[in-house]
T-cell receptor, first 115, second 116 residues
Framework: AQKITQTQPGMFVQEKEAVTLDCTYDTSDQSYGLFWYKQPSSGEMIFLIYQGSYDEQNATEGRYSLNFQKARKSANLVISASQLGDSAMYFC????????????FGGGTRLMVKP | DTAVSQTPKYLVTQMGNDKSIKCEQNLGHDTMYWYKQDSKKFLKIMFSYNNKELIINETVPNRFSPKSPDKAHLNLHINSLELGDSAVYFCASSQEASGTPRNEQFFGPGTRLTVL
């Protein structure tokens, strides 16, 4: 069974500062993928970044980067230079070798950016 | 150019009714999914479906059934609705036949179901 844990139900960050959202996972699969999604108050799910378990380098997508520590089973999302529009729910998700390619989601972190 | 669309966006109905939510994707993807997001924002997979195989999360009641008239559509039928079915339901799609591990799932806008 796969499990994703996000221990920060809510976080505040000052505009223009960087913030790290924590994600730890548990799986017995050797090959897996880790994803981060953003859900603004409007409700849609927006894909942000992906990290494969065999990727040697940490993933980066614009202001988003993923701090992947495989031995610790963590995949923290780092958002640099926070903007007011970054205020949203953030979900860490995982896909292993399960049938159906289904994603297992963490409980989410609500990020609030202060002006 | 909506990639994954769902109708209706809002659905309010009485307990015991039967309802359907439609989902369409124009991305040419081969796999579609249904997820449920409860009032605490927790997202849980319900079904995964491609043209060969339906995978059902074992915790989903059999009152829920996906139906796919073609590769671009995966509708969700719910029979005998209960109060606990109130949630936001998301459809998603991905291309799994490409063989790459980075098969991100694209989500629809969600359907908010309220059972009274």
């Amino acid at each position: 069974a796969q499990k994703i844990t996000q221990t920060q139900p809510g976080m505040f960050v000052q505009e223009k500062e960087a913030v790290t959202l924590d994600c730890t996972y548990d799986t017995s699969d050797q090959s897996y993928g880790l994803f981060w999604y953003k859900q603004p108050s409007s409700g849609e799910m927006i894909f942000l970044i992906y990290q494969g378990s065999y990727d040697e380098q940490n993933a980066t997508e614009g202001r988003y980067s993923l701090n992947f520590q495989k031995a610790r089973k963590s995949a923290n999302l780092v958002i640099s230079a926070s903007q007011l529009g970054d205020s949203a729910m953030y979900f860490c998700a995982m896909r292993g070798s399960n049938a159906g390619n289904m994603l297992t989601f963490g409980g989410g972190t609500r990020l609030m950016v202060k002006p | 150019d909506t990639a994954v669309s769902q109708t209706p966006k809002y659905l309010v109905t009485q307990m015991g009714n039967d309802k359907s939510i439609k989902c369409e994707q124009n991305l040419g993807h081969d796999t579609m999914y249904w997820y449920k997001q409860d009032s605490k924002k927790f997202l849980k997979i319900m079904f995964s479906y491609n043209n060969k195989e339906l995978i059902i999360n074992e915790t989903v009641p059999n009152r829920f059934s996906p139906k796919s008239p073609d590769k671009a559509h995966l509708n969700l039928h719910i029979n005998s609705l209960e109060l606990g079915d109130s949630a936001v339901y998301f459809c998603a799609s991905s291309q799994e036949a490409s063989g790459t591990p980075r098969n991100e799932q694209f989500f629809g806008p969600g359907t908010r179901l309220t059972v009274l």
